[in-house]
């Protein structure tokens, strides 16, 4: 069975700019949510998706934003990048069994 | 407060001994608890998940719940190099998982 796969795997962007990853859940899962890891705050919420909508949603600015499609594929956008924004971003694919993470988008801001 | 503390360590234990990791969580109504393994530049990884009260057992790993307490823990047995890692407490509320800070394991060979 496929785990949870994420696009891409590494990226540098400028401050400013914008950014779209990507993640593909374990099939048969509907619900995905997203986390930033940094070395400073630790594992954080951003948002979960069930068939669609957004059940619930961190304590991030406006910027970061996310969508799933009817396939459960979800994808996460980061507007007007800052340089804390670098951060490992992390979705999670979740059943009654728990969440399985997959191997995450490293993001650097430069 | 925080709604996950761990005890920082990190722990360091030799080869064969019992890690103990500890964590307390703030949300009295949480229901689900999982500890998850992450290594150095890797995600991570669920090791064990727990929903009622007790202990549970998956190989040399035993995790307890106490609701009462709001305290949930991991015991490592004979602890091996390759357990040396970072541990994260989770708890699942309104469709989210919120972590502990984690304990760094180091297991001396």
């Known amino acids: 069975k496929a785990g949870v796969t994420q696009t891409p795997r590494y990226l540098i962007k400028t401050r400013g700019q914008q950014v779209t990853l990507s993640c593909s859940p374990i099939s048969g899962h509907r619900s995905v949510s997203w986390y930033q890891q940094t070395p400073g705050q630790g594992l954080q919420f951003l948002f979960e998706y069930f068939s669609e909508t957004q059940r619930n949603k961190g304590n991030f600015p406006g910027r970061f934003s996310g969508r799933q499609f009817s396939n459960s594929r979800s994808e996460m956008n980061v507007s007007t990048l800052e340089l804390g924004d670098s951060a490992l971003y992390l979705c999670?694919?979740?059943?009654?069994?728990?969440?399985?993470f997959g191997s995450g988008t490293r993001l650097t801001v430069v | 407060q925080k709604e996950v503390e761990q005890n920082s360590g990190p722990l360091s234990v030799p080869e064969g001994a019992i890690a103990s990791l500890n964590c307390t969580y703030s949300?009295?109504?949480?229901?689900?608890f999982f500890w998850y393994r992450q290594y150095s530049g890797k995600s991570p990884e669920l090791i064990m998940s727990i929903y009622s009260n007790g202990d549970k057992e998956d190989g040399r790993f035993t995790a307890q719940l106490n609701k009462a307490s709001q305290y949930v823990s991991l015991l490592i047995r004979d602890s091996q190099p390759s357990d040396s890692a970072t541990y994260l407490c989770?708890?699942?509320?309104?469709?989210?998982?919120?972590f502990g800070a984690g304990t760094t394991v180091t297991v001396r060979a």
């Open positions: 999670a694919s979740s059943s009654a069994y728990g969440y399985t």
């Open positions: 989770a708890v699942s509320n309104d469709y989210k998982l919120s």
């Open positions: 949300d009295r109504v949480s229901q689900s």
